[in-house]
């Protein structure tokens, strides 16, 4: 089992820069996928950006070249810094894990950010 604990959500104006942090605990050893989506209000969850173990990266074709993800491996934790935010990435930002060789993910509780206009 893998847990997730993220923080760094709030309310900024749009312009404004928020940084999101996860950090998993419990069975981390064979941690490969490391990322964040997130959920608006009657819409479907979507990619926000992953990263691999090797550091290769994907992100939503909404968020690129405005956000900016990382992971720190000895800390077991995964960054989503968030630039020129907009009112439409208000969302429920989840932080997801993908394990190994295995299709099992793990998800945490969800952080909200709201970006005012």
């Known amino acids: 089992q893998v847990q997730l604990v993220e923080s760094g959500g709030g309310l900024v104006q749009a312009g404004g820069s928020l940084r999101l942090s996860c950090a998993a605990s419990?069975?981390?050893?064979?941690?490969?996928?490391m990322g964040w989506y997130r959920q608006a209000p009657g819409q479907q969850r979507e990619l926000v950006a992953t990263i691999r173990s090797d550091g290769s990266t994907n992100y939503g074709d909404s968020v690129k070249g405005r956000f900016t993800i990382s992971r720190d491996n000895a800390k077991n934790s995964v960054y989503l810094q968030m630039n020129s935010l907009k009112p439409e990435d208000t969302a429920v930002y989840y932080c997801?894990?993908?394990?190994?060789?295995?299709?099992?993910?793990?998800w945490g509780q969800g952080t909200q950010v709201t970006v005012s206009s």
């Open positions: 997801n894990v993908v394990i190994s060789f295995t299709t099992r993910n793990y």
């Open positions: 419990g069975s981390t050893l064979r941690i490969n996928t």
